[in-house]
């Protein structure tokens, strides 16, 4: 499933983030220990606030968002966590493709990160409640979910982890990268893995977002 069918649409394509971006959104709005209330992720994934055509487009453009949030939720339930098609680093494909902040991957990887940082706050509450129950798996958490953000930053803007590495002294971080990038969809399923650690923390969340969905 993905919101291909929305942005067909030129109307619908002018008003939102890009596609990619936006499903990698609400990936990470769906992951997150706490899920956030639609009238918040709705707003991310929007690029031009305030210029909605009429009640019809709002309610194709909500529709479809709620489908593909609801689907993103349910692979998330059934262990069915992949990265998307088009979220991959190409080997054959030219560099400068590759370090371009608006490949597919990029993108994906970039509206993810968003949502992560609109959560930030859900992510910190849980993390302590875990700290305060059970501290002894802190460290290993800790470990492996920095690890994950490290390889989604890294490749949301590849130019400037490159630049970064360079100022470590690491000259061969760019030659290592498409053997670092097949260790995303692991670093993906950690990420959601952790996040259903945290979760299990905190008191129906998913109960209570099923309630009060409109």
Same mark, same amino acid.
């Given at each position: 499933? =993905?919101?291909?069918?929305?942005? +067909?649409?030129?109307?619908?394509? #002018?008003?939102?983030?890009?596609?990619?971006?936006?499903? $990698?959104? %609400?990936?990470?709005? $769906?992951?997150?220990?706490?899920?956030?209330?639609?009238? !918040?992720?709705? /707003?991310?994934?929007?690029?031009?606030?305030?210029?909605?055509?009429? !009640?019809?487009? #709002?309610?194709?453009?909500?529709?479809?968002? &709620?489908?593909? &949030?609801?689907?993103?939720?349910?692979?998330?339930? =059934? =262990?069915?966590? /992949?990265?998307?098609?088009? !979220?991959?680093? +190409?080997?054959? !494909? @030219?560099?400068?493709?590759?370090?371009? =902040?608006?490949?597919?991957?990029?993108?994906?990887?970039?509206?993810?990160?968003?949502?992560?940082?609109? /959560? @930030?706050?859900?992510?910190?509450?849980?993390?302590?409640?875990?700290?305060?129950?059970?501290?002894?798996? #802190?460290?290993?958490?800790?470990?492996? %979910?920095?690890?994950? %953000? $490290?390889?989604?930053? /890294?490749?949301?803007?590849?130019?400037?982890?490159? +630049?970064?590495? *360079?100022?470590?002294?690491? +000259?061969?971080?760019?030659?290592?990268?498409?053997?670092?990038? *097949?260790?995303?969809?692991?670093?993906?399923?950690?990420?959601?893995?952790?996040? $259903?650690?945290?979760?299990?923390?905190?008191?129906?969340?998913? @109960?209570? &977002?099923?309630?009060?969905?409109?």
């Amino acid at each position: 499933m =993905n919101l291909l069918s929305i942005y +067909e649409k030129p109307e619908n394509a #002018a008003l939102l983030h890009s596609r990619y971006y936006v499903e $990698g959104v %609400l990936f990470g709005a $769906g992951v997150a220990p706490e899920i956030p209330m639609p009238d !918040a992720w709705l /707003t991310w994934t929007i690029k031009h606030h305030g210029q909605m055509q009429d !009640a019809q487009q #709002a309610d194709e453009i909500t529709d479809a968002l &709620f489908a593909y &949030f609801k689907y993103c939720l349910a692979m998330m339930t =059934n =262990n069915e966590v /992949t990265m998307p098609s088009y !979220a991959v680093f +190409e080997e054959d !494909a @030219e560099y400068s493709q590759q370090i371009d =902040n608006d490949s597919p991957l990029s993108q994906w990887l970039s509206g993810l990160l968003t949502a992560h940082s609109n /959560t @930030e706050k859900v992510w910190q509450n849980a993390w302590s409640i875990m700290h305060k129950k059970s501290p002894e798996n #802190a460290p290993a958490l800790a470990k492996k %979910l920095k690890h994950s %953000l $490290g390889m989604f930053t /890294t490749f949301a803007d590849i130019a400037l982890a490159i +630049e970064q590495a *360079k100022k470590r002294g690491q +000259e061969d971080f760019e030659s290592k990268l498409p053997s670092i990038a *097949k260790a995303l969809p692991n670093a993906l399923n950690t990420y959601v893995e952790v996040s $259903g650690e945290l979760a299990a923390f905190l008191p129906n969340q998913f @109960e209570t &977002f099923v309630q009060k969905e409109p």
